[in-house]
């Protein structure tokens, strides 16, 4: 299968290779039948005929940073078209979609939460859309994606592309041992490759809303602490999912380590987990929990001299402005899948020597977590050895 995962080990018994074909034979049979039914739907893409292009992407955060480079290629691929995003990320909040991107990327984000299916059905129709293009959720079903395609072409679009099964969720103990999955970022991006000549190159672009008074406000709270002429390091503490939170124990060892080494250490994260940083505060140890919203965030990241962050959305954040991050994982989803690019000193840190890995354990529900013992396996001395690589 192309441009989902790299087969890393190719099995050593015949039942391994069985499983390991029947596998991706698996992959391969659901976006065939992905696209027998685009092909049903969608009529066959004409880019001259593009004016209106809808892209549609839902999530958190970190999922709509992982798609803004996927966004960016889209618009250089359609120079005389306009884009809009169809989303939930955030809806008008600090973390919207329309809140990150550059305002000259887009021309709106139609934030759906709360629509009825009728609601939101006449506004793509009245939009007239010429084309969607879907940049999927890692963990999309097979009948998800056949919904989507038919809704949006009952919303009269005459052509779709993007739509794409990454994750299969049978044997994940035995992908885990043998598949390495692309990151998002790289698996949007290779989701509309397609889409490019010679003169579209797919590179990590990450065309942020930075602006003059966005600096100015990361300044000021600066200056207010004394860090302006400081070197210092970024720790995100907190997490979406509580199974994704390194223990803090072990991240104060590493903030004492930091200041030994002379560095002062600011702690990143939203005012929900400023009760996190206390914990940590200490002389030379900044609690800016809830300070900056993630715009700030990201210019702010822009100064530090690295970032150690838990599996959240200032990690993605630290990569995308170019700040190396050291990234502590979970073991509970597929390996690769929301790691940070494997370029400019990035570091993963993940720990398989549980028997409950690929658990795909949630914060609320039936499946849930008590006991992240594969984060509590990742010892502040791993942590401590990148840090002197980087250094």
């Known amino acids: 299968m192309k441009n989902i995962f790299e087969v890393i080990n190719s099995g050593t018994s015949v039942k391994e290779k069985i499983i390991l074909k029947f596998i991706i034979a698996d992959y391969k049979f659901r976006n065939k039948i992905i696209s027998v039914f685009k092909h049903l739907v969608f009529g066959r893409l004409s880019k001259e005929k593009i004016k209106n292009i809808l892209i549609f992407r839902t999530g ?26 169809l989303t939930t990320s955030g809806g008008h909040s600090l973390v919207s979609m329309d809140n990150l991107i550059r305002r000259d990327r887009f021309r709106k984000v139609i934030d759906y939460t709360g ?30 994606e056949l919904r989507n395609m038919f809704a949006f072409s009952r919303a009269d679009i005459t052509y779709g592309e993007g739509w794409q099964i990454s ?39 990450y065309y942020f809303n930075i602006t003059p008074e966005v600096k100015k406000a990361v300044i000021d709270i600066l200056d207010e602490n004394s860090l302006l002429d400081c070197t210092f390091i970024a720790l995100a503490v907190g997490a979406k999912r509580l199974q994704n939170r390194w223990p803090l124990k ?67 954040l630290s990569y995308a402005v170019g700040t190396p991050v050291i990234s502590i994982f979970s073991s509970r ?26 658990c795909l354990s949630e914060s609320t529900g039936k499946n849930i ?23």
């Open 60 to 85: 958190s955060l970190g999922d709509s940073i992982c798609a803004l480079p996927s966004i960016e290629f889209i618009r250089k691929c359609f120079t005389g078209s306009e884009i809009d995003i």
């Open 115 to 144: 629509q009825s299916k009728r609601e939101l059905m006449k506004l793509l129709k009245f939009n007239n859309y010429d084309l969607v293009i879907e940049l999927p959720q890692a963990h999309v079903s097979l009948f998800t």
């Open 167 to 205: 994750t299969i969720k049978y044997f994940r103990k035995f992908q885990e041992k043998h598949f390495l999955f692309e990151n998002e970022t790289k698996r949007l991006l290779s989701i509309i490759s397609a889409f490019g000549d010679g003169d579209n190159r797919l590179n990590n672009e």
């Open 250 to 316: 072990y991240f104060n060892e590493i903030a004492n380590y930091l200041i030994q080494s002379g560095f002062k250490v600011i702690i990143v994260g939203t005012e929900d987990e400023r009760s996190l940083g206390e914990q940590l505060k200490q002389p030379d140890v900044f609690n800016l929990c809830g300070k900056f919203n993630p715009l700030e965030s990201a210019y702010l990241l822009s100064l530090c001299k690295f970032t150690i962050s838990n599996d959240s959305g200032p990690m993605h």
């Open 333 to 358: 989803d597929f390996p690769g899948k929301w790691y940070p690019p494997m370029t400019n000193n990035n570091v993963v840190l993940r720990n398989i020597n549980v028997p409950c890995t690929m």
């Open 369 to 391: 977590c008590n006991n992240n013992i594969c984060m509590q396996g990742i010892m502040p001395g791993d942590i401590i050895a990148e840090i002197n690589k980087i250094l």
